[in-house]
């Protein structure tokens, strides 16, 4: 292996419906927890039923700004096969979710995991790169019980909706973080 292709960033891509909520936020809370912890990383998300160019919703780039985020300005792109099999690791808001990226790419099963999945991964070793973190992950697959791992879908809803989705993907995003920087199970 080249030693150029040891410099490649890790990559991410975020999933969700429209790509205007759940995952722009996720993309905009998981770059920032990656930068935190030095984490040479490259985060984007995609929607399975998204329309190309719409920005984040106006709730939620509230909600992150209440929470302390600063939203990135980041516009809604449908999902693709190529995104799919160009990352890294893939995470989704939800089941269904994941489903749709396997349908569009079967062989991303290793890599694709809910954002509740993957940061409940039982990673009990420390880990030397992002990469060995996710081959860690699935290999346990399965072995955490969790009661739910979708977070939920605020669009449409309440301001306490996006309020909710944001703590929620503040805990996944920032355990997700701490696996991919080598730690162990927090």
């Given at each position: 292996m080249s030693l150029t292709a040891n410099l490649k960033p890790f990559r991410v891509l975020c999933v969700c419906t429209a790509n205007v909520c759940r995952s722009p936020a996720a993309q905009t809370l998981l770059q920032r927890s990656f930068d935190d912890a030095g984490i040479d990383a490259v985060v984007t998300s995609a929607g399975v039923r998204a329309a190309d160019g719409i920005p984040m919703d106006e709730a939620m780039t509230d909600a992150l700004r209440a929470a302390g985020h600063e939203p990135s300005e980041i516009v809604s792109r449908a999902l693709t096969p190529v995104m799919v099999d160009e990352a890294d690791l893939v995470l989704t808001a939800t089941v269904e979710h994941r489903s749709a990226v396997l349908s569009r790419s079967p062989r991303a099963l290793r890599k694709a995991f809910t954002l509740k999945e993957f940061a409940a991964a039982p990673i009990h070793a420390p880990v030397s790169n992002p990469g060995e973190a996710v081959a860690t992950a699935a290999a346990?697959?399965?072995?955490?019980?969790?009661?739910?791992?979708?977070?939920?879908?605020?669009?449409?809803?309440?301001?306490?909706?996006?309020?909710?989705?944001?703590?929620?993907?503040?805990?996944?995003?920032?355990?997700?973080?701490?696996?991919?920087a080598g730690n162990h199970t927090p």
């Open positions: 346990a697959r399965g072995a955490v019980e969790l009661r739910d791992r979708d977070i939920e879908d605020p669009h449409g809803l309440a301001y306490a909706a996006y309020q909710r989705t944001v703590r929620e993907l503040e805990s996944a995003t920032e355990a997700i973080a701490h696996r991919l």
